[in-house]
Each structure stands twice: as C-alpha cells, then as structure tokens.
C-alpha cells in the first residue's frame, strides 16, 4: 500500500529554484528532527543557498556534535525567506512559538512521516510507512541528484538511527537499511556516532534515571507501565526535560508490558504524556483523543490537570483501547 501523499518533484523543484530558505522542526527536538533540518540546510548551502535553521528549543546535548548543529539559531525575521521547509511535524502548532516566522514565508514546505500529519504547507511530502524523515530527505536529495558527503551522510544516518530505535522498531524498513548503509559507505562510523548520541550520559542523568524509575508504576495485569517526572525533579538534578529522552523505554521492556506511559509535569499545570506501543495498540489514536498524535508504536499529547487527574483519565482511555 502506498499512502505516500504530496509531490516529491514539486518540491525539489522549489528547492532548486528558490534562494533563501528558513527550516525548522518541532519543539523538543531529537535525533530525526535535528538531522533531517541538518542534512537539507547542508545540501542547501552546498548548492550555493542561503538555508537557515531556526528552532524554538536548543539542539539535544547528544547532538551537538552534529555537523551544522552550531549554525542552529533561535530567533529570525521570516519576512527574509522565499521558502519555510517544516521537517517531522505533523502539525504547525508542534513548532512552537516559531510558528508565526515560518507563515511570513510565501512558500511552505512540509516533510514528514507522521500519520497524524494534517498536510500543513501547499506543498508536502508525507509518507506515514517511512521509518524516517531523514529518509524523505533522503529521497529530496536523491532526486536532486545531490551527492551526500560526509557532513550531510551522519545527519542521515543520526534520523534514521535514532527514529528506528538503534533498528530495533517495526519501523526499520529495508529503505532504513538500505539509506544507513549508504551513509557508512559515504564514511559514517557506526561507532563513533553511537557513542555520542549514547554513551555521553551524565552522573546527573543517570542519577535522574533512578529518580524516575523510582515512580515506576504497573496495572494490575501487567500490561501498562508508566514512569512520572515532576519539575521538582528535574531542578533537584540540574536536568532539562532533554535528560529525558529515552527513559520511557525502561517501562516499556518489562515482560508483558505491551504499553509503557510516561508523565511529565510542565508549567502551568499540565502534563506531557508519551507512550511507546510494543505491538498491536495504536497509541497515535490514544494520544489523537487528547488532541496530541504520533505514530502506531510513539505518540504524545498534552493534558492539563493534577498527576491524580491526568493519570486516571489517560489510563482509563488506555484500558478501553487494549480491550
Ligand atoms: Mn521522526
């Protein structure tokens, strides 16, 4: 089944016509988000453009050895682009308060894999069966005729590692394969990546690990875990919520385990949830009943009110989607 959507020589076309081009990515961002902008912004300034990344929040501490991670910047005039390109978004409220630089720009492209995707941009490039956006950048610059260096191969390969879970994820199609191996071939060392992306973690991190997993909490038929961070945890670590990423997977493990839920409170009195599917629970339609989305097996919403609250409401709509 195709379900590929938008118009790949439609925007390369954009892509080779127009100079001045403003990308950026969603709030938060991690592995795929940041090498998909990398890559295109490298391969942009190579062709000879002018391609500036602007993001609402800072580049991930494990990614700042990205090539093109130090030209990230964090505010900009829009009005001074041809073309905005949003890479793994699914929605334009998910850029954050960057939103309204990127509407400045007369052209907006959107790539991206997120079935929830609502098509932003008149021009797009979707496709929910791609274990990446890395990858549809991947098949941008392909199109192009571009030929990847170096730089632009360990952004690739840092999307596609990273949104496939190290190849662990259902996700890891042949295309995943194929494009990583391209990238070694082009002087990706597997190693070298996966220690900085991995193997960088702080004392504090590690500590804020055992913190978390201190709330372990799983129902009574073991089939749902759930992991919570308050702020007052962070602060007494010297964390960002950055220092999160990739905890959720210690829940998720647990044998038995088919959703792993994890709570995060934020200013204001609301709650960041996030759930990681093992296998057959769509958590994409869970996290799309509190106005959030995602994928089948990674999805994430918003929900305001007390830990009590949000944990009650989000577990019992998980418990009438695993029955
Ligand atoms: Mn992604």
Redesign the pocket.
Known sequence: MVRMRGDLSAVCRVLREKERFLIACHENP?G??IG?ELALALALRKMGKTATVLNADPVPANLLFLPGADTVVFAEDGSKYDVAVVV?CGSPERTGRIAQELLKCPVLINI???RTNGDLGELSLVDPDAA???LLVHRVLSAMKYEVDLDVATNLYV?VLT?TGSFHYGSSSPEAFEVAGEMVRRGVDPWAVAEQVYETQSVHRLRLLGRVLDSLDVSSDGRVACITTMREDLREFGSGKDALEGFINYPRSIVGVEVAVSFREEEGGVFRVSFRSKGRVDVSAVAARFGGGG?HNAAGCTVPGTLAEVKKRVLETLAAALS
Do not use: I, K, R, V
């Open positions: 991690e795929d988000a998909s793994d991206d894999h997120h990446a956006t890395g999307a949104d994928h």
